[in-house]
Structures are given as structure tokens and as C-alpha cells.
């Protein structure tokens, strides 16, 4: 089964996010837009034992929090341009309940430093790279924030119209 650990957005947040899409869109690109928004914690991948997962995961104590939306970039780089992302302000609420989820799964890598964003887009191809991403840096995005009061162990299922995810399931705050 194929799981991650996230963080869902609420809907209003999503139809900011919808909008933004429209605002990244170019016509001299390849690009895949998300049609699913959430704030990955951890991709755990191919799991064989997926009740251990779910166990270590209600072991985690978390007070509920906030974040909030700060920045637009890119991945890895803006020569090689291949994901568009929302980045969040510094949350030490966020930054501890990942560092939990490290913690209780020390045998799956960490492919990453975590830097919390939501993916817009995939792309495949730019034209015009410097344009594009000079087009991007005048977005400004809205420093709009939401409470975190859960995280949710998802599937992922991968299918020819792109992945459908599923909630295994969610964990609450304390509060």
C-alpha cells in the first residue's frame, strides 16, 4: 500500500489555490495541475505493515496550531523548474509534529529536508524559464492562516488520471 502522512487544507484555502493555478498557467508550458491539496509530512511509500503504522502514529500527542501561507517557489531550482509550490511562515507547532512523526519511524528514510509547502503544479516543460519564473515572483500570495487540529495516514492509489488518495486514518490534537 502506498501512504504518506499530511496535513488537509480547508476549502476556502483550496479555492485560493484553484485560483493561484489559473494565475501560474502559461501557454508555452507543460504542466500538471494538482487537483488534490494537502501539506505532506512524510512520504512513507510501499508499506507491508500498515497497523504499525497506524499504531505509532496515535502514540503522537500534539496541541492544535496554526499556519500560514507565505511565499510562492519552485523545486529544485529556478534553472530546472519542475514543481511549483505555496510555501508556510516558520510554525513551531508544525515543525514539532513532524519531527514526532521522524521520530516514530526512524526505519523509513528521510528523503528530504522537510520545508512545508502545497504543490500547484507539476511541470514538465518552460519555454522561456527566466520568464516564467520572474512571472512567478510577482504573484504575492496571501498571508491567509488556518488551524491545524488533525493529520491524516493516507493511500495513494496511482492511476492512468493521476493518484486518487484516501484517508487510512486521522488523528486529532489533544484539544
Do not use: C
Not at 497497523?51 to 499556519?67: G, Q
Amino acid at each position: 500500500m502506498r501512504t504518506f502522512i499530511a496535513i488537509d487544507v480547508p476549502e476556502d484555502i483550496k479555492n485560493y489555490f484553484s485560483f493561484l493555478q489559473k494565475e501560474i498557467l502559461v501557454p508555452d508550458a507543460r504542466m500538471r495541475l494538482m487537483k488534490s491539496f494537502h501539506l505532506t509530512l512524510k512520504f512513507l511509500g510501499e508499506v507491508k505493515d500498515i497497523e504499525e503504522i497506524k499504531h505509532k502514529m496515535s502514540e503522537i500527542s500534539f496541541d492544535k496550531f496554526s499556519i500560514r501561507l507565505s511565499d510562492i517557489g519552485v523545486f529544485p531550482d529556478e534553472n530546472n523548474i519542475r514543481v511549483v509550490w505555496v510555501g508556510f511562515k516558520e510554525s513551531k507547532g508544525l515543525q514539532d509534529l513532524q519531527y514526532n512523526i521522524e521520530q516514530k519511524l526512524p526505519e523509513i528514510m528521510k528523503e528530504f529536508d522537510f520545508y512545508p509547502h502545497i504543490t500547484l503544479a507539476r511541470i514538465g516543460y518552460v519555454e522561456d524559464k527566466e520568464k516564467y519564473y520572474s512571472k512567478l515572483q510577482r504573484i504575492r500570495i496571501k498571508e491567509i492562516s488556518f488551524e491545524v487540529d488533525r493529520f491524516n495516514l493516507y493511500q495513494s492509489l496511482l492511476t492512468r488520471n493521476g493518484p486518487i488518495y484516501s484517508i487510512v486514518k486521522s488523528y486529532s490534537s489533544k484539544q
